[in-house]
Protein backbone atom coordinates (compact mmCIF):
# COMPACT_ATOMS: atom_id res chain seq x y z
CA UNK A 1 0.00 0.00 0.00
CA UNK A 2 1.63 3.06 -0.83
CA UNK A 3 1.77 6.00 1.55
CA UNK A 4 2.76 9.86 1.21
CA UNK A 5 2.84 11.59 4.03
CA UNK A 6 3.89 15.22 4.34
CA UNK A 7 5.30 17.15 7.34
CA UNK A 8 6.44 20.47 8.24
CA UNK A 9 3.67 22.84 7.82
CA UNK A 10 2.73 25.38 10.25
CA UNK A 11 2.28 29.21 10.99
CA UNK A 12 5.05 31.05 9.82
CA UNK A 13 5.33 35.46 9.48
CA UNK A 14 5.85 36.73 6.17
CA UNK A 15 9.50 36.83 5.11
CA UNK A 16 10.14 33.39 7.30
CA UNK A 17 11.07 29.92 6.29
CA UNK A 18 9.36 26.60 6.54
CA UNK A 19 10.89 23.18 5.31
CA UNK A 20 8.36 20.66 4.48
CA UNK A 21 8.85 16.93 3.98
CA UNK A 22 6.81 13.68 2.29
CA UNK A 23 7.93 10.64 3.31
CA UNK A 24 7.14 8.07 0.81
CA UNK A 25 6.26 3.86 1.63
CA UNK A 26 5.57 1.13 -0.40
CA UNK A 27 6.50 2.05 -3.96
CA UNK A 28 10.21 2.17 -5.56
CA UNK A 29 10.76 5.63 -4.16
CA UNK A 30 13.75 5.93 -6.94
CA UNK A 31 11.32 5.13 -9.85
CA UNK A 32 8.63 7.75 -9.03
CA UNK A 33 9.03 11.15 -10.12
CA UNK A 34 7.54 13.77 -7.43
CA UNK A 35 6.01 16.45 -7.21
CA UNK A 36 4.16 19.81 -4.22
CA UNK A 37 1.29 21.30 -5.47
CA UNK A 38 -0.71 23.25 -3.35
CA UNK A 39 -4.32 24.56 -2.83
CA UNK A 40 -4.98 27.85 -1.16
CA UNK A 41 -8.56 28.88 0.09
CA UNK A 42 -11.35 29.00 -2.45
CA UNK A 43 -8.76 28.22 -5.62
CA UNK A 44 -7.88 24.89 -7.92
CA UNK A 45 -5.07 22.56 -6.95
CA UNK A 46 -1.71 24.48 -8.38
CA UNK A 47 1.50 23.08 -9.49
CA UNK A 48 4.68 24.46 -7.05
CA UNK A 49 7.88 22.29 -8.11
CA UNK A 50 8.70 18.82 -9.49
CA UNK A 51 11.69 16.57 -9.51
CA UNK A 52 12.44 13.85 -11.48
CA UNK A 53 13.94 10.58 -10.27
CA UNK A 54 17.59 11.30 -9.64
CA UNK A 55 17.13 14.65 -8.12
CA UNK A 56 19.09 16.04 -10.98
CA UNK A 57 16.37 18.23 -13.26
CA UNK A 58 13.56 20.08 -11.48
CA UNK A 59 10.98 22.97 -12.47
CA UNK A 60 9.47 25.59 -10.40
CA UNK A 61 6.21 27.34 -10.58
CA UNK A 62 6.19 31.37 -11.48
CA UNK A 63 5.68 32.31 -8.11
CA UNK A 64 7.72 30.46 -6.28
CA UNK A 65 11.08 30.24 -8.36
CA UNK A 66 13.97 31.76 -6.21
CA UNK A 67 12.59 31.48 -3.21
CA UNK A 68 11.38 27.18 -2.80
CA UNK A 69 13.87 24.82 -3.55
CA UNK A 70 12.87 21.01 -4.24
CA UNK A 71 14.89 18.51 -3.55
CA UNK A 72 14.79 14.41 -2.45
CA UNK A 73 17.13 11.87 -0.83
CA UNK A 74 16.42 8.30 -2.34
CA UNK A 75 18.00 6.49 0.32
CA UNK A 76 15.66 8.03 2.57
CA UNK A 77 12.24 7.58 0.76
CA UNK A 78 11.68 11.28 1.02
CA UNK A 79 11.31 14.55 -1.01
CA UNK A 80 11.25 18.02 0.55
CA UNK A 81 10.44 21.93 -0.17
CA UNK A 82 12.40 24.07 0.98
CA UNK A 83 10.73 27.64 1.28
CA UNK A 84 11.95 31.03 1.77
CA UNK A 85 10.63 34.43 2.12
CA UNK A 86 6.99 33.04 2.29
CA UNK A 87 4.40 35.60 1.26
CA UNK A 88 0.99 35.59 2.58
CA UNK A 89 -0.69 34.48 -0.51
CA UNK A 90 1.76 30.82 -0.19
CA UNK A 91 -1.22 29.97 2.08
CA UNK A 92 -2.17 27.09 1.19
CA UNK A 93 -2.45 23.32 1.99
CA UNK A 94 0.89 21.28 0.04
CA UNK A 95 0.41 18.15 -1.18
CA UNK A 96 2.80 16.03 -2.63
CA UNK A 97 2.73 13.28 -5.52
CA UNK A 98 4.17 10.46 -7.00
CA UNK A 99 4.70 9.88 -10.83
CA UNK A 100 5.14 6.84 -12.52
CA UNK A 101 7.49 7.75 -14.54
CA UNK A 102 11.34 9.15 -14.40
CA UNK A 103 10.38 12.46 -15.35
CA UNK A 104 7.85 14.87 -13.57
CA UNK A 105 4.84 16.84 -14.76
CA UNK A 106 3.16 19.70 -14.03
CA UNK A 107 -0.11 18.32 -14.77
CA UNK A 108 -2.07 16.89 -11.23
CA UNK A 109 -3.91 14.49 -13.48
CA UNK A 110 -1.10 12.94 -14.62
CA UNK A 111 0.08 11.51 -10.92
CA UNK A 112 -0.60 8.12 -9.58
CA UNK A 113 -0.54 8.79 -5.56
CA UNK A 114 -1.05 11.98 -3.42
CA UNK A 115 -0.53 12.63 0.09
CA UNK A 116 -3.38 14.13 2.50
CA UNK A 117 -1.77 17.67 2.32
CA UNK A 118 -0.15 19.66 5.16
CA UNK A 119 -1.09 23.58 6.09
CA UNK A 120 0.74 26.25 5.93
CA UNK A 121 -0.75 29.63 6.73
CA UNK A 122 2.00 32.93 6.04
CA UNK A 123 0.66 36.08 8.30
CA UNK A 124 1.00 39.39 6.90
Known amino acids: QVQLVESGGGLVQAGGSLRLSCAAS????????MAWFRQAPGKERAFVAGINWSGSSYHYGESVKGRFTISRDNAKNTMYLQMNSLKFEDTAVYYC?????????????????WGKGTLVTVSS
Open 26 to 33: GLTFGSYA
Open 97 to 113: AALNALGYSIQEYEYDY
